[in-house]
């Protein structure tokens, strides 16, 4: 109630605010005295060796579920513990990503999975491009570069109902967005049980991240809204190296 009342007030200053998803753009419209709200997706960049390094991934009997995050509320490490526990045995499970949230710790070890602790980013891809399935079940959010990252890679991505997972996945999977564990138990071995079917999603999501949630794009968008007009920087086939929550803009 106080940051909403802060952000409310913040609002009737001239200026733009900038929104990361169309979802979180809709609520700042719905409670905020907005001027004006823009919409500039997050991009993102996954080096052209890692997608590959997905690709040439050796061949399993075990199909290999994953989420890359900080272990926080946010992230709802609690929901992710339950589709382990419903699922059982039939699929391996990795938590990439540590943090200071003990309940979700000791949820996430008592499901009998492995949490690897804060890694490097270099590490991070390495392992979410070992993946053949990649999950989202945070409580809220903005807009998860995490998520970007998998579907760069082509890696089918099931995710939870809230803001900024639905903007990603909906427009293209609408079945990959679920509400309950249940429902993303029932489509993880939909998709377990069906290589074909992992194939054309995660096609699917690559091409849409390609086409989207670009650097190029995110640097258009940005152009419009300062009037600007810079030439587009040219990036090599798979993305540039470097963190996706960087900005596609020229510095200085």
């Not at 419209?29 to 991009?43: A, C, H, I, Q």
């Not at 990795?94 to 008592?110: D, N, T, V, Y």
Request: contains cysteine; neutral net charge; glycine residues 10%.
């Amino acid at each position: 109630t106080v940051f909403g009342g802060i952000e409310a007030a913040l609002s009737l200053l001239p200026g733009r605010i900038v929104a990361s998803s169309a979802s979180e753009r809709s609520a700042g419209r719905r409670f905020l005295f907005l001027r004006g709200m823009d919409l500039v997706n997050n991009s993102i960049s996954v080096p052209a060796d890692v997608i590959e390094a997905h690709m040439r991934r050796p061949g399993r009997r075990r199909v290999k579920v994953g989420m890359c995050a900080r272990v926080s509320p946010q992230k709802d490490p609690m929901f992710f513990a339950e589709v382990v526990r419903r699922i059982g045995g039939d699929m391996d499970f990795e938590w990439i990503g540590g943090g200071a949230f003990p309940e979700g710790l000791q949820a996430l070890e008592a499901a009998g999975l492995r949490v690897t602790g804060v890694v490097a980013r270099d590490e991070a891809l390495r392992r979410i491009a070992d993946l053949d399935l990649y999950i989202q079940t945070s409580a809220w959010e903005g807009m998860p570069l995490a998520v970007l990252e998998a579907m760069a890679m082509g890696i089918p991505s099931v995710v939870r109902n809230v803001v900024g997972n639905r903007d990603l996945i909906h427009p293209v999977t609408p079945e990959n967005v679920i509400h309950t564990p249940e429902e993303m138990v029932a489509r993880l071995r939909e998709l377990a049980a069906d290589a074909g079917l992992r194939a054309v999603t995660g096609k699917r999501l690559q091409d849409h991240v390609a086409a989207e949630f670009s650097p190029e794009a995110q640097c258009r968008a940005f152009e419009r809204i300062y009037g600007l007009r810079m030439p587009l920087p040219r990036y090599p086939r798979g993305g540039v190296e470097g963190s996706g929550s960087q900005s596609a803009l020229p510095q200085g």
